[in-house]
């Protein structure tokens, strides 16, 4: 069997094509896998990094103002899936599925135009707008909240709830392991901070500000992950050297998390985004978690998911608005301090956990097959 993937711009797209990827090649080895993205996005990292091929199709997305970027935009609506459709008769697959992103527009409307069987997969409680749109054309809708049902105008049948399917390295991982990789006593308490891949300029500086107040006898080690542009305006600007934040031990700063399943294993508390995607990840991990959820989203979703976390007890929940203070140092440094809350914290996220997600797509998939 071949089967073709599509997702892109960001993490949270690409991981659960990667992660159906891993279902099918386990499930079925002999499976023939490929990808199609856009030059530039993420997927060009992590696709590659797992060993499977990658096609190139331009695309942009259309933004909500009169631009003269929306021109460009539209004239790669047109022409991509043209371009898709090369791609699909080179590959033959007989399977395309997309997990979003603008990419997954293209590829799957040609697959879905040539009669191939298709499904697209929503991770958010609010769905995307190339979702909703290509509902309509694919075959089956997968699902991560009971919620998303009435945001879909196609026919009921085609909807299917599954969850997140998260990456098979997350099943492998054990924190006591993980823990003595990176060199981490019992007393050590680790912190994993990310603003996603592409990463948060107001909450990389507040983590600066958190870090420098942490002494390296305090027993807490903190993983920060800038993302590309974060990382790269902080090298141009010296910003590590300027804030004496280089050359500690304790401190570990980088572009991108290549091992996330590992660190996050490891890690006791987590700062983070309120993506779907992270969030399921947090849950199967039983991970407390401090979210910032990105006001830049569509519709506010990321708000609207961390407050469900924050209301179980699960997590705690710090708007962007609040960053110029130090609310979200206060109250990093009072759950390090409580290892009690942090503990009532992991039971109450384990709670929001799905497991089987991958296993209940590939038996809707090979149904459609």
Known sequence: MKVLLTGGGTAGHINPALAIAGKLLQEKPDTEIAFVG??????????????????????????RKLTPKNLKALYYAVKSPHDAKKIIREFKPDLVIGTGGYVS???????????????IHEQNALPGLTTKMLSKMVDLVFLSFRESERYFECPVDKLVLTGNPLRPELYQVVREEERKKLGLSKKDRYVLAFGGSLGARRLNETLFRFEQGIGEDEHV????????????????????????LSGKKHLQMMEYIDDM????????LVICRAGALTLSELAFLKKPAILVPSPYV?????????????????????????????????????????????????????????????????????ALV
């Open 221 to 244: 080690t903190v993983c920060h992950a800038l993302g590309k542009t974060g990382y790269a305006a902080a090298e141009e600007a010296h910003t590590f050297e300027t804030l004496g």
């Open 105 to 119: 527009w293209p590829v799957l409307r040609a697959a879905a135009s040539m009669k191939i069987p298709t499904a």
């Open 38 to 63: 856009t030059p530039a996005g993420l997927e060009n990292r992590l696709v590659c990094a797992a060993g499977f091929p990658l096609y190139h199709v331009k695309v942009m997305g259309l933004q």
């Open 298 to 366: 569509a519709d506010n979703h990321q708000y609207k998911n961390a407050a469900v976390f924050e209301e179980a007890g699960a997590a705690k929940l710090v708007r962007e608005d609040e960053l110029s203070g130090d609310r979200l140092i206060e109250v990093a440094r009072a759950l390090l301090e409580d290892e009690d809350e942090r503990v009532l914290m992991s039971r109450a996220m384990e709670r929001f956990a799905v497991s089987d997600a991958s296993e209940r797509i590939y038996h809707s998939l090979m």
């Open 261 to 268: 399943p590992a660190r996050m294993a490891a890690a006791d």
